[in-house]
């Protein structure tokens, strides 16, 4: 009995000891551990991205500080991951690095927008318009895709083809740079040119209205803003 319990027994509680006191002292004390806090200096939940954490005990961190670096804008509580998207206003309220932008339905595919309807999509800076929308809302019908701002205007079939608000007025206008708008005053008879005059840069085949807005510092949308979002 004796030899039987020096060889089985013994070993097993020296064995359930040394766990005993071994897990004890892995396990500690969770209030002696320090962790990352960040600043939360708009008081919204959710730590500022664009500074390092400090380590802190969770009992001695400062009362603005959180255990996350979330926040894409610490000056602004309504900017964080958990906020609602506002379109067309240029911010990424959300903090995923996407904007939120009406968009216009596309049915003809000419490129033009239909102005009664839109939908909200979130983009980056610069991407395409999703599939069958449009970036502007300037189609007057976008039932046909022979009826749009570029459009000649064709006389006699009393439509407004080129969507400028005159049915069958016929006038040319000079297209130097070739990009489908025209610019400057009606040229006289017998003329070629496009039949209309909405460019605000004939001299550059990028710049017209509707374009893609590139962050470059000039108006390509020909809407008198630079650099805008859309």
């Known amino acids: 009995?004796?030899?039987?319990?020096?060889?089985?027994?013994?070993?097993?509680?020296?064995?359930?000891?040394?766990?005993?006191?071994?897990?004890?002292?892995?396990?500690?004390?969770?209030?002696?551990?320090?962790?990352?806090?960040?600043?939360?200096?708009?008081?919204?939940?959710?730590?500022?991205?664009?500074?390092?954490?400090?380590?802190?005990?969770?009992?001695?961190?400062?009362?603005?500080?959180?255990?996350?670096?979330?926040?894409?804008?610490?000056?602004?509580?309504?900017?964080?991951?958990?906020?609602?998207?506002?379109?067309?206003?240029e911010i990424d309220e959300n903090c995923n690095g996407l904007f939120a932008l009406t968009f216009y339905k596309d049915d003809d595919e000419d490129g033009f927008g239909d102005p009664n309807n839109s939908g909200v999509f979130e983009v980056n800076f610069g991407d395409p318009a999703p599939g069958g929308t449009s970036y502007n809302n300037a189609d007057c019908d976008d039932t046909d895709p022979m009826i749009n701002p570029k459009a000649d205007e064709i006389v006699g079939n009393d439509k407004d083809d080129n969507c400028d608000g005159y049915v069958d007025v016929f006038e040319y206008y000079a297209d130097e740079d070739g990009d489908g708008y025209g610019a400057g005053d009606v040229l006289p008879p017998p003329a070629n040119g496009v039949h209309?005059?909405?460019?605000?840069?004939?001299?550059?085949?990028?710049?017209?209205?509707?374009a893609m807005e590139r962050d470059n510092g000039i108006d390509d949308d020909c809407d008198g803003i630079t650099d805008e979002l859309i």
């Not at 209309?196 to 509707?210: A, I, K, Q, R, S």
């Open 196 to 210: 209309n005059n909405l460019d605000c840069d004939d001299n550059d085949p990028e710049v017209y209205p509707y």
């Open 1 to 89: 009995m004796k030899k039987r319990f020096l060889k089985t027994i013994l070993p097993v509680l020296l064995l359930v000891t040394a766990v005993l006191i071994i897990g004890s002292g892995c396990g500690g004390d969770p209030s002696d551990y320090s962790y990352n806090f960040w600043p939360d200096l708009d008081q919204d939940g959710f730590g500022d991205a664009n500074v390092n954490g400090t380590m802190y005990r969770t009992e001695d961190a400062p009362a603005d500080y959180v255990r996350n670096n979330e926040d894409c804008d610490d000056t602004n509580p309504a900017i964080n991951p958990d906020a609602v998207e506002i379109p067309d206003n």
